[in-house]
């Protein structure tokens, strides 16, 4: 597992050297955009290796909407006689000036601020650079707060906190102190051009750090109208049905139900020898001509063309009389 940071976790007059693991990420399956035409005389195709321009690796998620009725539609999932006729063939995004609809090249783009409809400030690229954070070397733990206190709503990303050699024995000790005091700690981290605030959060093993959302990044609870008072057997009632569903906490019995579907559609395809190489990146598969027997038999036809001339050139010759040869007339 590769770090994604590596620095120094200071608090107070106690430094160790650390690194930031990434603890989660989101698992889903990528589609490409093809285009797909009516085949034409161009060979079929599979699709083994669309490109390698990286513009065009540029992968985009099917929201589900649109994956479910793929489920049911053929224009996803083509019967074997509709793929056959068919091609297809990778696309890429293009940027155009709403203004004149013209294609607008990478250096030709500024960033601006829509500060009302239809109109910007326009801000120097190097103001923003300006405006960004550095990488720091260090995490800055400055504050501890009680766990109960802190609401998850503000868990963004998770890290785990791995000691470096040598800071084994205050890692161990921090974790275990942070453990029996049922404390958090807050710490704050320049990464990834912003600084972050971060949560650390002693687990079983290891800490946890938590990049947290800002107070003004989190939206409001809705105003809900509900009872709050109820009767002792109501209450006696609904505690004895969440005990009869009560239990251990065991995430790896959850399963994605949409991404496994997903992967046997695909798997299926994979399977059904009905791939398709896009036509514009297929291989060709013809001989390669023999560029000297090609250049031979151009010349051939070029003689054979010459020869009928000829021949009918020297029966005019010896079927017409001989003339005399009259003076060219020439004007001074």
């Known amino acids: 597992m590769s770090a ?56 985009y998620v099917v929201d589900e909407d649109e994956v479910s009725n793929s489920l049911t539609e053929d224009r996803y999932l083509p019967s074997s006689r509709e793929s056959s006729s068919y091609e297809y063939g990778p696309v890429r995004q293009v940027l155009q000036s709403e203004a004149s609809g013209e294609e607008i090249g990478p250096g030709e783009l500024f960033k601006a601020y829509e500060f009302a409809p239809n109109q910007f400030a326009v801000i120097d690229p190097q103001e923003i650079r300006a405006a960004e954070v550095e990488t720091s070397d260090t995490i800055d733990l400055f504050h501890f707060v009680k766990s109960a206190d802190v609401d998850p709503i503000y868990f963004e990303r998770s890290y785990y906190v791995a000691p470096d050699p040598g800071a084994e024995k205050v890692y161990g000790l921090l974790l275990e102190a942070m453990r029996r005091q049922d404390c958090f700690g807050i710490a704050r981290i320049g990464m990834h051009r912003r600084e972050h605030m971060l949560i650390l959060r002693p687990a079983k093993d290891c800490l946890v750090a938590h990049t947290m959302f800002y107070a003004n990044e989190v939206r409001p609870a809705p105003h809900l109208d509900f009872e709050s008072e109820f009767k002792e057997k109501e209450l006696s009632m609904a505690g004895a049905l969440i005990q009869g569903y009560a239990g251990t906490f ?83």
């Open 250 to 332: 065991e995430p790896e019995q959850f399963k994605d139900l949409y991404q496994e579907r997903i992967h046997k559609v695909i798997a299926a395809q994979l399977s059904s020898n009905e791939l398709r190489t896009p036509a514009a990146l297929q291989q060709s598969t013809r001989p390669i001509p023999d560029i000297m027997e090609s250049i031979r038999l151009s010349l051939a036809q070029i003689e054979a063309k010459k020869s009928p001339a000829k021949t009918e050139k020297k029966s005019a010759q010896k079927s017409a009389p001989l003339a005399k040869k009259k003076p060219q007339k020439v004007r001074a």
């Open 4 to 59: 994604v940071w590596s620095g120094h976790l200071h608090f107070g007059l106690v430094v160790m050297a650390v690194r930031l693991l990434v603890a989660a990420r989101t698992k889903t399956t990528r589609f490409r955009r093809l285009h797909r035409k009516a085949k034409s005389s161009l060979p079929a195709t599979s699709f083994a290796s669309i490109t390698n321009e990286a513009e065009d690796r540029k992968p």
